[in-house]
């Protein structure tokens, strides 16, 4: 009796554990459904279609699949023998660099001096992230009218103190430049929470036992610091790379009209490409080229974050 009393026991308790198994398996599948739908449908779908028409000839979008011609690499080939799109990706090249560069170092800098205990931290934390929360829009509208304007803009007004000549800011030879200082003037706030965050998670007995042991500031710096902020360090440079890829509005508000060799990226490029919106005829309209040029931006950011993950080690010593 009591050994059936037992195999009872067991056999509900079984029944118990698979019952609230199957109701687990119910409720994550109700809850995943809607999820795995709405990601093949705005996302995978997007992204396997337009991987295909990079391969074929496809005048606009909207054109049905039965209409599409295969063309190969013609795609790829064709935007390479654009001097305008190679243009485009050299002034990418650029931006990444040079403004990368720029951000990366002032990010770090305010970082490490609102992390030092100064007073009044939340305060310029919040001045220098305000340009994240304007769009970009208004933030350029406000660059080229109350910036580079010749006439009255902040710069050459500062150059007329000193006894300079004025600057014309947006002319040919330094409208590239413009674009990236106005750029990288508002992503500087961005990078330097990411960078306070990993700076503020570094325990200060490290900082205490470097004190102690008579080290400099450079050498915390040096040696405590950045050791620390390698995967931090790492998730900076591959968002800056996706911001520079995904680079577009503002090359739209410095060149309005037309497409522009000095402002020009792939995306504007692309663009064009696709819905042919330039007045100038730069561009024929190629649906195909453009997915073509959307496969290869994809294809630059991958390429970055393998480079990045392998250059950066992943070896962060732990806090």
């Not at 509900?12 to 119910?26: D, E, I, T």
Request: net charge positive; charged share 10%.
């Amino acid at each position: 009796m009591a050994q059936n009393a037992k195999t009872k026991k067991a056999d509900l308790n079984s029944n118990s554990k698979s019952l609230l198994r199957r109701k687990s398996n119910r409720m994550i599948i109700t809850f995943l459904t809607p999820a795995v739908i709405l990601y093949v449908l705005v996302f995978l779908y997007p992204t396997v279609r337009t991987i295909i028409m990079s391969f074929f000839s496809v005048e606009s979008v909207s054109d049905p699949i039965s209409s599409w011609t295969f063309n190969g690499l013609g795609n790829f080939a064709l935007i390479f023998s654009s001097n305008l799109f190679v243009k485009s990706m050299q002034n990418m090249g650029k931006l990444w660099l040079f403004g990368g560069i720029g951000v990366m170092i002032l990010s770090l800098l305010f970082a490490i001096v609102l992390t030092s205990g100064m007073r009044g931290k939340s305060f310029y934390r919040s001045v220098i992230y305000l340009p994240n929360v304007v769009s970009a829009v208004a933030m350029g509208t406000m660059w080229l009218n109350y910036v580079y304007q010749p006439d009255y803009g902040l710069f050459n007004n500062v150059i007329n103190f000193f006894g300079g000549s004025p600057l014309m800011w947006t002319g040919p030879n330094m409208l590239f430049w413009s674009m990236l200082i106005a750029y990288c003037f508002g992503m500087v706030g961005y990078h330097m929470l990411i960078f306070m965050s990993g700076i503020e998670s570094i325990g200060m007995d490290y900082y205490e036992a470097a004190s102690i042991e008579g080290a400099t500031i450079f050498q915390k710096f040096y040696y405590i610091t950045l050791p620390f902020l390698r995967g931090v360090i790492r998730t900076n440079l591959v968002m800056w790379t996706v911001t520079t890829v995904g680079f577009f509005v503002w090359g739209q508000l410095f060149s309005p009209v037309n497409l522009s060799e000095n402002t020009s990226m792939p995306l504007n490029y692309m663009y064009e490409m696709v819905f042919g919106s330039s007045s100038s005829a730069l561009t024929v309209r190629n649906s195909g080229a453009g997915a073509a040029i959307g496969v290869l931006m994809a294809a630059v950011v991958v390429v970055v974050f393998m480079l990045t993950n392998f250059i950066v080690k992943n070896d962060d010593t732990e806090i």
